[in-house]
């Protein structure tokens, strides 16, 4: 079953049927116990460090071009790891995500996840309050990711590319890796098909 929003100009489809509901501002969903998108690169066991594919996701087909998809991501966080994100995916071996998430321990942070066969993991900042804005940018097979606490000025966090970049599907996930599943809220959701001119500076 398709998903359409109102500013998305392409259908999403879900991971599992009924997990997002639609709503006049955006949409939420409630991630699945002990759920993530991870290839620990370490190989190891635990839940923490475990190569898990199975978290929620809605991902659609944008087509080519540059582009641009953000949105204000709450999160009602129970459990460490747990997380609201906007996704880029080319296959199960190549993707990245853009996280409001759970440390182990302290306020809740953006954080970035790039697979190339195995993951990454790297922290950008802490965020003050409850919510944040998350933004993936496409330009060629270059992607970037910024994030916003004021939705004015967006902080740079990373550029990169990976093998499927420029053909990617884009969307949202939901995550709790250790937890029993946590209630994630998207809103102001926009999608634009333009080219970022600075991909540091994200104008």
Known sequence: MEIRLQDVDFPLVPSAAGA??????GL????LPRSDLFIDPSGGGS????????????????????????ARVEVDFRDTFDAGVLLIRADEEHWAKL???QPPAGRPMVVSVVTRGVSDDANAFTVEGGA?????????????????TDGERWAFVRAFT????????????????????????????VFERRTLQDLRDGS
Do not use: Y
């Open 20 to 25: 997002w509901q639609v709503e006049e501002a």
């Open 28 to 31: 939420t969903a409630r991630a």
């Open 47 to 70: 839940t923490a460090a475990s190569t898990l594919l199975n978290a929620l996701t809605l991902l659609g087909d944008p087509g080519p071009g540059d582009l641009a998809l953000s």
């Open 99 to 101: 996280c409001f998430e």
């Open 132 to 148: 944040v804005r998350l933004r993936i940018a496409r330009v060629g097979r270059v992607i970037a990711f910024h994030a916003s």
């Open 162 to 189: 990976f093998d499927g970049a420029d053909t990617a599907q884009i969307g949202f996930e939901a995550q709790s890796p250790n937890g029993d599943g946590c209630r994630v809220r998207f809103s102001d959701v």
